[in-house]
């Protein structure tokens, strides 16, 4: 438990220093390296997204097009959308912190396919390759929705190409999501009962069966896409037979899931960080757990509120919209759920738990403004403005990269043995989520007065406020910055953080830091909840309670 | 061609319909009663995190770890709150799918990157839209060829237009000015200069206007004429001999099919019979007729649908008469050409 200050990369054999080779890490299939090994491929991605938006933001500072051409502007925006989307969101959180930290929490000394999870790397890293030829040299136009028959038929640019890295980079989610699925179902160390497991293990699980069930679904539909573009096949476009709505219902199939995937993930670090820095074992944990497994599930039922204006039938939109309503059910029980978890707490402030606030209002900001977008008459007024942008924004990217950087700085100490330096950590915190909020509240109100998304140029009313939104992309952009130098800086001149700088109660903490290549000497046996804080745990408790009364 | 006073920023754009009243009220309603239930969050959130922080006296002592009344409270209560605003979207977006019967009806079609607007009499105007205050004004949409979305932000409204079949938009302006078109669906290269104008005028002004452009035929009457330029009359026409069905009184009514279902003959019905004319062969008719794919723009095919529809809809006294004879004689119901 006591933190030892000797150096802890050069005494004791960890997954760092057993090998130094390149090869060592090229062909490791220790879920720790694999783990660092897409923390770096997913920090270059994020920032070549980033430059993305970069150029969208300098676009719309004026409501003339005159950085960008039309054409090099449509080709921007759809750069950043697959970019974003599929090559850093989706894979963020449970391909990083996940392939690290998920063994260590439930005992196991790697995942169930180490093989399977070095292969999903390469994937990765072969469609990202594929991705970034296709969408820089030539370009695509079509947004990251490829929406037919525009996509299919009418575009001139290289949708092909980029169709086809989308699909190869699925397999690489796949081969995680049944990954991490079974690690889950079969290698728990002994007593490690679901009920113990830390919410993030339940969160990854069901960001796994919706990528799982989801995945496939979009594989079909680009497929079905390039078949058309390339064969000429009619599928969507009407002039061949075909029907253009039937890709929107299969897009949004997997889709929408999709956003749990990226959210799902980033509620789990959250809950981690709160309970560790409030010192109190989670409030509610079964409605937490549960909360997750339900958010999945109803992520299923809901694509069409993406096609009220499209032209789906009136009695399809009411089901929707209701199926909507009823997935903020589960988001609203966490959101009280860390609040109450609060409660009589011994609350430190630090950099991972500014993270987890700024999620936690952000996640509130655009889950309020879904409600909106789920409400028939309110959505055909605000879908497909910068409404919508705003909204999704807030969960996927302010929720999500906030509880992602949240859980970088978490475990860091864990993952590298070094602490970051704290102050400039806050400071990158204040910046992303300050920044946030004035980059994106400009865009509500332009998206409810009428401005729709995807335009280069803009009717001279809104101008105001898109300049207002660029210069908060400025603060946001330096906020996302900081951490890339700061944490680099910290791998060689960080504090040896020792084995559990947080007094931290998860299993993940009892292994040194760095961790051994294997993990553990010895297998665990687990004799209580991952939450050993108060009222259960040795920690500022009265007494440790047994399993049945902690289950309640 | 930019609407008025929009160049300078604004903190609000006019709602200029009750449809579009009733949207913000809904809107800010709904928004009203989620900040409700956040401020809980908002509150205890912050006060926790000073009160509860790390060596503050504040005392620990009975730390619960779950309430299950508390926990199925949150659960359930804001969802039931909410559900009041879902119902009143909801049938406020069923009002919206069903334009009044006498809805002025105009013609849009949209391209890569234009809106065309036909008004009943024949004028058309390109980017620009005319429109009387104090009327219902029916949208009938079609797309030459992407997916595109006609938006109206005074309105508050807006529906996507599709290569494959017609879509309706209704509103009802109340207050005369000139308001933003957008297309609000990315359709390409210019999608962001794809914006026009609708002008909402009283209705005398908006007659004028009609007037002030010499309307050289109605939109139904050009369709007549195509009618008989395509061959449709050879067949369709009083005097045909060839077996086909009589098109006078067939808009809006049930049509029979040969695989036993039925269809609604209407603007989409009429539009597909001509490109597609094998997806709905009428019952008792063999499947002769030509397919026009490809020989008939969107603009024409507008002006065809607007003549048959001009041809109106079966009298309401004749239709239970038919009915019966259908009933009673399937096959020689569908054999008679023409009433």
């Known amino acids: 438990m006591t933190a030892t200050a000797t150096n802890p990369a050069s005494q004791r054999p960890t997954y760092l220093n057993h090998a130094y080779t390149l090869w060592s890490w090229l062909s490791t299939t220790d879920h720790k390296r694999i783990g660092m090994l897409y923390l770096g491929t997913l920090t270059l991605m994020f920032f070549i997204g980033g430059l993305a938006a970069t150029l969208i933001r300098l676009e719309l500072m004026t409501p003339v097009g005159d950085v960008l051409s039309a054409d090099g502007y449509n080709k921007v925006f759809t750069i950043h959308g697959v970019i974003m989307v599929w090559f850093f969101l989706v894979p963020s959180i449970p391909n990083t912190l996940g392939n690290f930290i998920l063994p260590l929490m439930i005992g196991a000394r790697d995942l169930a396919f180490p093989r399977l999870n070095l292969a999903s790397w390469y994937i990765f890293v072969a469609a990202s390759i594929m991705a970034l030829y296709f969408l820089l040299a030539g370009g695509v136009d079509t947004g990251w929705t490829f929406y037919t028959p525009y996509s299919s038929m009418f575009s001139n640019s290289n949708v092909t190409g980029v169709i086809a890295a989308v699909f190869i980079v699925g397999f690489s989610s796949i081969a995680t999501g049944v990954n991490f699925i079974v690690t889950i179902h079969k290698m728990r160390a002994p007593g490690m009962t679901w009920f113990r497991m830390p919410i993030l293990c339940w969160s990854l699980y069901a960001t796994s069966l919706v990528i799982v069930l989801a995945t496939p679904v979009l594989a079909i539909s680009l497929l079905l896409v390039a078949l058309e573009r390339v064969a000429g096949v009619g599928i969507f476009d009407p002039a061949l037979g075909g029907d253009p709505l039937l890709f929107q219902h299969l897009f949004w199939f997997y889709s929408h899931p999709a956003v749990y995937i990226m959210i799902l993930p980033g509620m789990g670090v959250t809950t981690e960080i709160i309970a560790c820095f409030a010192r109190r074992r989670i409030f509610g944990y079964r409605f937490i757990a549960f909360s997750s497994m339900a958010i999945a599930l109803i992520g299923f039922g809901v694509w069409g509120h993406h096609m009220f204006v499209a032209g789906q039938s009136a009695v399809a939109a009411i089901v929707f919209s209701l199926m909507s309503f009823l997935i903020a059910v589960p988001s609203a029980i966490k959101v009280y759920t860390w609040t109450a978890t609060l409660y009589k707490g011994d609350i430190r402030m630090a950099a991972p738990l500014v993270y987890a606030l700024s999620f936690i209002v952000l996640f509130v900001i655009g889950g309020i403004t879904g409600l909106i977008l789920a409400s028939l008459a309110l959505d055909v007024h605000v879908t497909d403005t910068y409404f919508v942008i705003s909204h999704f924004h807030f969960i996927m990217v302010g929720a999500s990269v906030s509880a992602y950087m949240g859980g970088l700085h978490f475990w860091w ?28 509240l400009p865009q509500f109100w332009a998206g409810y007065l009428g401005m729709p998304r995807r335009y280069h140029e803009y009717p001279d009313e809104f101008q105001v406020l898109n300049v207002m939104s660029s210069a908060g992309a ?32 998860g299993l993940e903490w009892s292994v040194p830091s760095p961790p051994p290549k294997h993990n553990f000497v010895e297998i665990p046996v687990v004799e209580h909840e991952a939450y050993s804080y108060r009222p259960f745990g040795a920690q500022g408790s009265e007494r440790v309670e047994s399993d049945e009364e902690i289950q309640r | 061609m930019t609407p008025d006073d929009t160049t300078s920023f604004r903190w609000w754009t006019d709602a200029v319909s009750s449809h579009a009243e009733r949207v913000d009220a809904l809107t800010f309603g709904f928004l009203g009663l989620l ?142 000015g000139r308001y933003h078109i957008l297309c609000a669906e990315f359709c390409g290269t210019a999608h962001s200069r794809m914006r026009g104008e609708l002008v909402v005028m009283e209705p005398e002004a908006y007659q004028a206007w009609l007037d002030a452009r010499e309307p050289d035929d109605t939109l139904a009457a050009r369709g007549e004429k195509l009618f008989r330029a395509y061959g449709c009359s050879g067949c369709h026409g009083e005097n045909s001999v060839v077996r086909a069905p009589s098109l006078a009184g067939l808009w809006g009514s049930p049509v029979p099919l040969a695989d036993g279902g039925t269809v609604t003959a209407d603007a989409t019905y009429v539009r597909d019979s001509i490109l597609f004319p094998q997806r709905h062969v009428a019952a008792g008719y063999r499947p002769i007729m030509p397919s026009f794919r490809g020989q008939i723009g969107e603009d024409d095919l507008v002006e065809l649908v607007a003549y048959i529809q001009s041809l109106g809809s079966r009298d309401r006294r004749a239709a239970p008469v038919r009915q019966d004879r259908d009933g009673e004689q399937t096959d020689e119901a569908g054999e008679t050409t023409s009433p």
């Open chain 1, 474 to 505: 400025g603060i946001l952009g330096l906020g996302y910055a900081m951490p890339l130098f700061y944490l680099t800086w910290s791998l060689r001149h960080g504090e040896p953080a020792g084995d559990n700088p947080w007094q931290a109660t």
């Open chain 1, 413 to 440: 100490p864990k993952m590298t043995g070094r602490m970051y330096a704290e102050r400039p950590a806050l400071l990158a915190a204040l910046f992303i989520g300050i920044g946030f909020v004035l980059t994106f």
């Open chain 2, 35 to 176: 900040a409700l239930l956040v401020i809980p969050v908002a509150i205890l959130l912050p006060y926790f995190v000073v009160h509860y922080r790390e060596g503050s006296p504040a005392s620990r002592k009975r730390a619960p770890s779950n309430n299950r009344r508390l926990e199925w409270g949150w659960s359930i209560i804001p969802f039931l709150l909410s559900l009041y605003f879902f119902w009143h979207a909801a049938v406020l977006f069923l009002d919206q799918q069903r334009p009044p019967e006498d809805a002025m009806e105009i013609a849009v079609v949209g391209k890569q990157w234009m809106w065309k607007f036909q008004h009943p009499g024949g004028q058309g105007e390109i980017d620009s839209l005319h429109v009387p205050a104090g009327v219902p004004v029916r949208l009938r949409m079609i797309s030459q060829d992407v997916i595109h979305s006609l938006f109206l932000p005074a309105l508050r409204i807006k529906q996507d237009v599709l290569p494959d079949r017609y879509t309706d938009l209704w509103f009802q302006a109340e207050k005369t």
